[in-house]
């Protein structure tokens, strides 16, 4: 029997699919473990939508061509979006790399590790029709779960390998996702995060987005339901109904901007102007007044000026998200902005970064202050990291609270109410 080794890189659609390579691989009789030193097969899962990310990834193999020197009967192999990219350095790399196999390959996986041990394997063509919707995902304990509704995006946003690497959208159907959340909730989780590139895209030819939400929030066990990421694009008046509904559903939402400049949309190709962003933010504040928002920024894309950026700081400063993910642009191989002349220095896009996190931090931290005093419920998920005399949790709006232990057993839900707060987690005591 084969023991694999598997290490994770990149966003959480990337961790979903590790859980799912692993339920591959072991219905196929092959076993997980956790050190490579117990490994017949070494496998990274990798991300190639940033530049650094890929960077970590290169290193990683390096690393690993020096282990397999020592223990050449060693299998190395690369899946995810750096499959793509990596295609042509397979052979220049036959020291080290066995295999690459894109995210449309995985159900094969057990047969490509037979084939990989005699001639070196290359899978990475997109396939339109793979959904994975069959298969069952071998996820970590816990009380929440991922669970993947949509592959793929055909935006094709220009700074974004996404519909490159994972090929075009495509959702699962109804079926197969509530059979995925019972399934969740069956082992234990009580909070479901609906997964997806352009996530309230998802349309199975009979359902819309709203319809699956109604659905999965109302499956027996469930206490949260969340999702990731939407387009702005797809944010309309049944969506945002269901949101106002609650429940399960919990009033918490991250809407990926990128920039407040209508200039820099339009050359990100994001289909989504500035005012259509901030009118479909409005209409969701107005319809969840509970709703906590965060959003992506990316800084320095190819022509945005001192005053574009400007446009983004003061967004942020009036738009007032609960957080922000934050960076500096890097050019992808193979994206439609990759050909585009880079105009915003490194250092430049260095110190507008800095910027918009002094700015986010100070934002972030005053709407933490707004909730002490009041009342929240924690879904516990167990003893905190940094004090076991304390239990953590996180309340609807998805925030960290750490709390006093008093026995509250994972998975439960908790009142309690906010004493202190710092820009990352809420302090509270149980009421
Ligand atoms: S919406 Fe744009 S940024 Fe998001 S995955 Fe699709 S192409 Fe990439």
């Not at 983004?312 to 050019?331: C, I, P, Q, W």
Request: with cysteine; net charge neutral; aromatic share 6%.
């Amino acid at each position: 029997m084969k023991r694999i080794y598997l290490e994770t890189y990149g966003c959480q659609m990337n961790e979903a699919d590790s859980e799912l390579i692993a339920g591959v691989l072991e219905a196929a009789g092959l076993e997980i473990v956790e050190r490579p030193e117990d490994a017949d097969v070494l496998l990274l899962n990798t991300c190639a939508v940033r530049a650094h990310a890929e960077q970590r990834v290169l290193g990683r193999i390096t690393e690993l061509g020096r282990f397999k020197a020592r223990r050449p009967e060693l299998l190395v192999g690369v899946t995810g979006c750096m499959a793509h990219h990596l295609r042509g350095r397979l052979l220049d790399h036959a020291h080290t790399l066995d295999f690459v196999v894109g995210p449309d390959g995985y159900r094969d996986l057990p047969a490509l590790l037979e084939r990989a041990a005699h001639e070196p394997v290359a899978v990475v063509r997109p396939d339109r029709d793979e959904t994975y919707g069959d298969l069952e995902p071998r996820r970590a304990p816990g009380v929440r779960a991922w669970v993947t509704v949509q592959r793929g995006c055909d935006k094709f946003c220009s700074y974004c390998v996404v519909p490159y690497t994972r090929g075009r959208s495509r959702s699962l159907p109804l079926a197969d996702v509530l059979r995925e959340v019972r399934r969740s909730v069956a082992d234990g989780c009580r909070e479901v995060i609906l997964l997806g590139q352009t996530v309230n895209s998802w349309h199975d030819g009979d359902h819309d987005f709203a319809d699956l939400l109604r659905a999965a929030r109302d499956v027996a066990g469930l206490l949260r339901l969340r999702y990731i990421s939407p387009h702005p694009t797809h944010v309309d008046e049944r969506l945002i109904e269901v949101m106002a509904e609650g429940g399960p559903l919990c009033p918490q939402l991250h809407l990926p901007l990128q920039s407040a400049s209508d200039r820099i949309l339009e050359a990100m190709g994001r289909g989504c102007t500035l005012a259509q962003y901030g009118d479909v933010i409005a209409r969701l504040r107005a319809a969840v007044p509970a709703l906590a928002l965060s959003t992506d920024i990316i800084v320095g894309f190819p022509g945005e000026t001192a005053e574009d950026f400007q446009q983004t700081a003061d967004f942020l400063r009036t738009t007032r998200f609960d957080s922000a993910f934050l960076f500096k642009y890097s050019a992808r191989p193979d994206t439609r902005a990759f050909g585009l002349e880079e105009t915003v220095p490194e250092v430049e896009k260095s110190r507008r970064l800095a910027l918009l996190i002094g700015l986010q931090h100070a934002i972030s931290g005053a709407m933490n202050d707004a909730w002490i005093g009041r009342e929240v419920e924690a879904l516990v998920e167990g003893p905190a990291r940094r004090n076991p005399a304390q239990l953590y949790g996180r309340t609807a709006q998805f925030k960290a609270v750490v709390f006093p232990a008093d026995g509250t057993p994972a998975g439960t839900l908790r009142r309690l109410r906010v004493t202190g707060a710092t820009t990352m987690t809420l302090v509270a005591a149980p009421v």
